[in-house]
């Protein structure tokens, strides 16, 4: 593996295009490596974090085929994602690698540090042994790395994750969380490093009795410390979430977020990770793709669940992107905008939608979409398509076609989403060209997840109810009506056409009811009332 010393790549400024709503992304990677060990010109699994107008992505770069790559690539924007800075971590002196993988930031607030969470590796005789880095930053473009948890001559870590207590009221303020899966026979389990420091400095725990893969820190602004992660097998999984009230020393029992249904796409290398952010009250989002609202589960959309402690979760919505139903969507990245109070807390969304309808293997095209919701899901805005739907060969071999194991959005000031995502042209001249890209997208027109027009009431040889409702594919109505505290017989409850309509045996007196369409995407209610004699 190609060394490298400080950021390799000099800064380089890129101008945003401004056309439309949705402007066109630029490239913010760029592949400096010649490991001939690696598919170049690759950068591939992106993540990203906000603060203020300040935007920091990390990247693979030189994306190897047997696991990991040539570098971690960042690309750092201090005005709102219209223009970006972009180079390469440094690795540790006196440290030996063969490859490094899966690279996470976050922001440290009380020591205004960027921090960037690092797997490394080195291969041995029987696999791989691995390590844990941290390179931190104060402007997000000069970077030092130092070692959360050294090589111990087999493999100890993977998955890992990071988050920093920013909490402007929390106890812990300033402590940030290294998260990852660390084997335990043949269960995975939470490995937590902790630094109080800005990130010099780590204590390091293994939980044994913390199950989990893809582990996700958040801590909420009281300070208390939530871990998503999935867990089970053979038909069995789900996501579940422990959390920790005294800085990551130990765990309540885990609380279950949702099962998990998910159809695999064979020939494609795209794990059900989840995706989660925490809004300004502590509410905690989470999204992943799942099926469970497609018959036999012939594919994924991307559903979300909330809590606003950890603990209890509401029921999984699926996210409405209109004629993109049908198609697979994969690889999430959500977005909670944390400045905002919660009735308005802003959500955003980037996904990829698998074409053709039910592709297998390399007949599939990636093709990346953008959805947004100015009030915490009950409105969302039409999907934008990012860029053109590239072919899964023009993306890296890592087992099969990928485009990583994930990507991000974050939030900028004045509501401002950027994505930030991998895409590809089909590979010429015995290269992959596939790159990290983003761009900065204002707040978009939205409309109700799930619409119910106001009702009409007819009062005949039955009492007939009406309203319109926008057609959403597995919706249903739910009806109910009453004299007083005597319930109605209801008599049919139907959804056709566009319509709504439930009717009840006729009765004398003060009727008041509702009539309510329930859909995957939420629910909508409208009530009536009327007199008859």
Not at 38 to 57: C, I, L, W
Not at 142 to 160: E, F, I, M, Q, Y
Not at 167 to 180: F, H, L, V
Not at 283 to 305: E, K, L, M, Q, T
């Amino acid at each position: 593996m190609k060394r490298v010393v400080g950021s390799l790549v000099a800064a380089a400024v890129l101008s945003t295009p401004a056309a439309g709503a949705v402007p066109a992304p630029q490239q913010i990677s760029t592949d400096p490596f010649t490991d001939p060990a690696a598919q170049h010109a690759t950068a591939v699994e992106p993540d990203s974090f906000s603060f203020g107008n300040s935007v920091v992505a990390v990247f693979q770069v030189g994306r190897r085929a047997t696991g990991g790559a040539s570098g971690i690539g960042f690309a750092t924007s201090h005005d709102g994602g219209r223009s970006w800075t972009r180079g390469v971590l440094p690795l540790p002196a006196g440290v030996s690698l063969t490859f490094v993988s899966d690279p996470a930031i976050a922001y440290d607030r009380v020591h205004g540090v960027w921090i960037a969470s690092v797997l490394g590796g080195r291969a041995i005789a029987d696999g791989v042994a691995t390590s844990l880095l941290a390179s931190h930053s104060t402007d997000g473009v000069s970077w030092t790395t130092t070692v959360v948890d050294p090589d111990r001559g087999h493999a100890l870590h993977d998955k890992n994750w990071i988050a920093c207590d920013n909490g402007a009221s929390s106890p812990r303020a300033g402590r940030c969380y290294t998260a990852w899966t660390a084997p335990s026979g043949e269960q995975s389990v939470l490995g937590l490093a902790t630094s109080d420091d800005g990130g010099q400095t780590w204590s390091r725990t293994v939980f044994d009795d913390v199950r989990g893969f893809g582990v996700f820190p958040l801590v909420r602004p009281n300070g208390t410390l939530v871990v998503l992660g999935a867990t089970g097998e053979n038909g069995d999984s789900r996501i579940e979430a422990v959390s920790s009230t005294d800085g990551g020393r130990s765990f309540a029992a885990p609380a279950t977020v949702a099962a998990l249904r998910v159809r695999a796409v064979s020939g494609l290398r795209l794990p059900p990770f989840h995706s989660a952010e925490i809004a300004q009250d502590g509410r905690i989002f989470v999204a992943w793709p799942d099926c469970r609202y497609r018959g036999a589960c012939s594919s994924n959309d991307i559903v979300y669940s909330s809590s606003s402690d950890g603990q209890r979760w509401t029921t999984p919505l699926r996210v409405p992107t209109g004629a993109l139903g049908g198609r697979d969507h994969v690889l999430p990245g959500l977005a909670v905008d944390a400045t905002t109070a919660r009735a308005r807390t802003r959500l955003a969304l980037t996904f990829y939608a698998l074409s053709p309808a039910g592709c297998r293997a390399t007949a599939c095209s990636f093709e990346p979409f953008f959805v947004s919701s100015p009030d915490a899901g009950r409105s969302w805005s039409p999907p934008q398509r990012l860029e053109p739907a590239a072919p899964a060969d023009s993306f890296p071999l890592a087992g099969a076609r990928f485009a990583g194991d994930y990507i991000s959005t974050s939030f900028v000031a004045g509501g401002t989403a950027v994505p930030v995502f991998a895409w590809a042209s089909a590979p010429f001249d015995g290269q992959f060209h596939e790159g990290v890209y983003a761009t900065a997208i204002a707040p978009l027109a939205a409309t109700p997840a799930v619409q119910l027009g106001a009702p009409r009431v007819r009062v005949a040889t039955r009492l007939g109810v009406r309203a319109s409702a926008r057609p959403v594919a597995g919706a249903r109505v739910v009806c109910r009506a009453s004299v007083g505290r005597r319930a109605l017989r209801l008599v049919s409850a139907r959804l056709a056409n566009g319509t709504a309509t439930c009717t009840w045996r006729r009765t004398r007196g003060r009727v008041t009811g509702s009539i309510q369409l329930v859909a995957p995407e939420g629910r909508a209610t409208r009530t009536f009332g009327v007199r008859i004699r």
